[in-house]
């Protein structure tokens, strides 16, 4: 590793892009975000979850996209001019995943983030919850963007996108 890919991480660590869904912040890992593109036209792809919207076509790429609302079982909401398409690396996969609104990115000192609550029959869900971060008088929920799709999934939507 050289000292300017060592200088790259530190740069990246402990920041958080800020997205928005309904009343909540998300955070993730900048250090796994590619682009933020607004919202184009999604192809429909058959027999994929509901909360796949299908897949678009970034720069030769075919990328499948993932409705976050849905992801959570959240209400369907309409895209506006402000909803953005985030995409991610996830183990060598770019997914594109639809927020109402990116923010910004802040710095999150790991001293400010505690670990994710653990409720009964929530399994699920904290798997992919990494932590609770604190930013002024609010919380943020950093998101495990690796495990927000399951391996299986991530099996899906590679075929998808071929």
Do not use: W
């Given at each position: 590793?050289?000292?300017?890919?060592?200088?790259?991480?530190?740069?990246?660590?402990?920041?958080?892009?800020?997205?928005?869904?309904?009343?909540?912040?998300?955070?993730?890992?900048?250090?796994?975000?590619?682009?933020?593109?607004?919202?184009?036209?999604?192809?429909?792809?058959?027999?994929?979850?509901?909360?796949?919207?299908?897949?678009?076509?970034?720069?030769?790429?075919?990328?499948?996209?993932?409705?976050?609302?849905?992801?959570?079982?959240?209400?369907?909401?309409?895209?506006?001019d402000r909803?953005?398409?985030?995409?991610?690396?996830?183990?060598?996969?770019?997914?594109?995943?639809?927020?109402?609104?990116?923010?910004?990115?802040?710095?999150?000192?790991e001293k400010?983030?505690?670990?994710?609550?653990?409720?009964a029959g929530?399994?699920?869900?904290?798997?992919?919850?990494?932590?609770?971060?604190?930013?002024?008088?609010?919380?943020?929920?950093?998101?495990?963007?690796?495990?927000?799709?399951?391996?299986?999934?991530?099996?899906?939507?590679?075929?998808?996108?071929?």
């Amino acid at each position: 590793m050289s000292d300017e890919d060592i200088y790259e991480e530190d740069i990246q660590d402990n920041k958080y892009l800020m997205c928005k869904l309904g009343a909540e912040t998300f955070g993730i890992d900048i250090s796994h975000v590619t682009d933020i593109i607004e919202v184009q036209k999604i192809t429909a792809v058959p027999d994929l979850p509901e909360y796949v919207q299908g897949v678009i076509n970034l720069r030769g790429r075919v990328i499948p996209i993932i409705d976050l609302r849905l992801r959570f079982a959240m209400d369907k909401r309409d895209y506006d001019d402000r909803t953005v398409i985030t995409v991610v690396d996830i183990r060598g996969i770019s997914i594109g995943f639809l927020v109402e609104t990116a923010t910004e990115v802040l710095d999150i000192p790991e001293k400010d983030i505690d670990p994710p609550p653990r409720f009964a029959g929530n399994g699920e869900r904290e798997n992919y919850i990494s932590g609770l971060g604190k930013t002024g008088e609010e919380v943020t929920i950093i998101l495990d963007m690796a495990k927000l799709v399951s391996g299986e999934e991530l099996d899906i939507l590679t075929r998808a996108a071929v």
